[in-house]
């Protein structure tokens, strides 16, 4: 069974780099077809679908993040990485990785950002 972690900081300044590692565990980030994602939900918002690594190294982001996100990968440590850049309140949410297989899909458990000077 796949599974996925979140980890980095819980709180970051503004204008700062917020950075997440997403370890997978049960299954390889180069397996074929497969593409990894970087979902989050603001306070009293909905999930909001952020940018997806693909099995072959092509990333896919959101446009309206499109400008602030990069997601990489290390295919050694089978990590997938989220930056987003210039970050402000308006960032604050639990962040999530996600990959669609099965039924529902896995998820991590998410991890908090806050921003915040």
């Known amino acids: 069974q796949v599974q996925l972690q979140e980890s980095g900081p819980g709180l970051v300044k503004p204008s700062q780099t917020l950075s997440l590692t997403c370890t997978v565990s049960?299954?390889?980030?180069?397996?074929?077809?497969?593409?990894w994602s970087w979902i989050r939900q603001p306070p009293g918002k909905g999930l909001e679908w952020m940018g997806a690594?693909?099995?072959?190294?092509?990333?896919y982001y959101s446009p309206s993040l499109k400008s602030r996100t990069s997601i990489s990968r290390d295919t050694s440590k089978n990590q997938f990485t989220l930056q987003l850049s210039s970050v402000t309140p308006e960032d604050t949410a639990v962040y999530y990785c996600?990959?669609?297989?099965?039924?529902?899909?896995?998820w991590g458990q998410g991890t908090q950002v806050t921003v915040s000077s």
């Open positions: 049960g299954g390889s980030i180069t397996t074929k077809y497969y593409y």
């Open positions: 996600y990959v669609p297989l099965g039924d529902s899909g896995y």
């Open positions: 690594i693909y099995y072959s190294g092509s990333t």
